[in-house]
């Protein structure tokens, strides 16, 4: 007589210690990524901002404190655990392709909304890969890529007299184990909460939708993030 071993499914809540992991952020000199090398390195992570230049890079860490630290973005991938690619849509593929070596076996967590702007207002891009995450995934087939932390306000990130920034972050990518130390990170930033959102051929709907809050912070002169109910 044989017996089935009864194993409970895995808590999706149940998510790693990732405190003692370094985070590298590619494009950490603009607005995006200095302020969530801001968020991360305040709630106690260790964080290296990647530039082209490491004078600019060191400046702006500098200025963060925190422990941050600066570097040129090569020096920055070699070094981190996780690297948070957070530059222009317009350098995305040149940044990526001059790191492969750099990120191979990394983590790479893309943020990049690909937009364009008119008298309009702000309208999604299409890349030929689908999404600015799947470039990234084409273009580092020797790295584990994931996509996150896409609909963060810039200026709530770098404001340090907000404590909390209430949002879900929701995270895609290929790997459980991936997108788990994601949600792990997003939630070390006090009033933030990663959500997983599906796998990366779902990651455009989701750089898009930044067209859609940048059209409601203009209309309500507010920086709109977005919660997901019931889970």
């Known amino acids: ?32 990524g200095r ?24 400046s702006a860490a500098a200025e963060l404190g925190l422990g941050v630290e600066g570097a040129d973005n090569a020096e920055c991938a070699r070094r981190s655990d996780v690297v948070i690619v957070a530059v222009p849509w317009d350098g995305h593929a040149k940044t990526l392709e001059s790191l ?62 907000v404590e909390r920034i209430d949002t879900d972050v929701m995270v895609l990518g290929e790997s459980r184990a991936d997108t788990d130390i994601v949600q792990a ?12 959102a599906g796998r990366l051929r779902n990651a455009h709907q989701v750089e898009s939708l930044v067209a859609n809050l940048i059209s409601v912070n203009r209309r309500y002169k507010a920086h709109a993030g977005l919660r997901v109910t019931d889970v």
Request: glycine share 10%; proline share 5%; net charge neutral.
């Open 100 to 161: 492969r070596t750099e990120l191979a076996g990394k983590l790479v967590v893309d943020c990049v909304n690909p937009l364009g702007f008119d008298k309009k207002g702000a309208y999604a891009l299409k890349p030929e890969e689908g999404s600015a995450a799947e470039q990234a995934a084409a273009l580092l087939p020797d790295s584990r890529v994931a996509a996150a932390f896409h609909h963060l306000s810039a200026v709530l990130l770098q404001d340090a007299s």
């Open 1 to 32: 007589m044989t017996s089935t071993q009864n194993t409970a499914p895995k808590d999706p809540w149940d998510l790693p210690d990732v405190s003692d992991l370094v985070v590298g952020v590619l494009g950490g000199t603009g607005d995006q």
């Open 185 to 196: 990170l997003a939630g070390r930033i006090p009033g933030m909460r990663g959500v997983f």
């Open 35 to 58: 302020g969530l090398a801001y968020r991360l390195a305040k709630a106690g992570q260790k964080v290296i901002i990647g530039s082209r230049a490491a004078e600019r890079a060191e």
